[in-house]
């Protein structure tokens, strides 16, 4: 029985044939085969209905041809694009092009893993799904979105400050919300306000408290003379503790990184650009060779 395997990584082919016997091709898109046309937005909207219209990538349609000849004579086929929006579309991608020439009881797949090991591939292909529509629709709107902000506002760029930029899905409402918060700053009027704090000694430790209530009053000290005669006052003063709460706390481990989480902490701590924490991403999620050089380990996993 042939069986073909579709990744959209070419680094991932080699670790991933290691794992699988000789029924299987482990092929790769190289990322995405297919999407909205350049010189034209590619979007029509209706009452209804907005639709997309897709044309193959320049320089993919070997990919594509190469992928729907192998796939022509497989039995079974199973879409591999990474678990995540841009993978999901890609399957589907991938789904509508073999579409059009496997055979009639070929099987077709949709298999995730979140990292790639032996353990990993071969729980996906037992456990195999169907492309997810819904992540598949949730990929098309950020495209339609990225395709009217883009096309639409970006001429308006050109003419009111310069030829050559663009408008981004996120960077214009980032950009407006920027605008926004420095029009509020422009207009804030500062207020003067005064704390005071005391230091103390409690069985031989010291500590320091802070002034929130005079006579059970919640105190604002706006000016240097309220603060200095309240300063004055509570120096005649002697002072107490009525009572020492102890408390448990429940202190949770950091949340995983998500990719943007893992782009500024790789760059605060260490100094990484985006593209090198990316490539070491990836190198880490596709497998490094520890003791066994036939069996790569991958060191960290992919969640959607």
């Not at 082919?13 to 990322?31: E, Q």
């Not at 897709?54 to 678990?83: H, M, Q, R, S, W």
């Not at 991938?94 to 077709?108: H, P």
């Amino acid at each position: 029985m042939k069986k073909l395997m579709i990744v959209e990584s070419p680094t991932k082919t080699k670790t991933i044939a290691k794992f699988l016997d000789k029924n299987y091709t482990i092929l790769s898109t190289m990322g995405h085969i297919k999407d909205l046309p350049t010189k034209e937005i590619g979007i029509s909207l209706t009452d209804k209905d907005i639709n997309l219209y897709y044309v193959i990538l320049e320089g993919k349609e070997k990919t594509v041809a190469d992928i729907c000849k192998v796939a022509k004579n497989a039995d079974e086929i199973f879409l591999a694009p990474d678990p995540d929006r841009e993978g999901e579309i890609i399957a589907w991608h991938i789904n509508q092009e073999i579409e059009k020439v496997i055979k009639k009881d070929a099987k077709v797949y949709r298999i995730a893993f979140n990292e790639i090991t032996k353990t990993a591939i071969l729980a996906a292909i037992e456990n195999p799904s169907t492309i997810d529509n819904y992540k598949v629709s949730a990929q098309q709107a950020r495209r339609a979105l990225d395709r009217w902000v883009g096309y639409e506002v970006s001429p308006i760029l050109w003419k009111k400050l310069a030829p050559g930029l663009s408008a981004g899905r996120v960077q214009s409402v980032a950009l407006r919300m920027i605008c926004d918060r420095e029009e509020a700053i422009r207009l804030f009027k500062p207020e003067e306000y005064w704390s005071i704090e005391g230091q103390f000694t409690y069985e031989k430790s010291p500590f320091h408290a802070m002034l929130s209530h005079i006579e059970k009053e919640p105190i604002a000290i706006t000016n240097n003379e309220q603060a200095t005669s309240i300063t004055e006052d509570i120096k005649k003063e002697s002072y107490t503790i009525e009572s020492i709460t102890d408390k448990t706390r429940l202190k949770n481990a950091p949340a995983p990184f998500m990719t943007s989480s893992l782009q500024q902490a790789a760059y605060n701590r260490l100094g990484f650009s985006v593209k090198k924490t990316m490539q070491i991403a990836q190198k880490l999620y596709e497998g490094v060779t520890l003791h066994d050089p036939a069996t790569p380990i991958a060191l960290i996993t992919y969640e959607n």
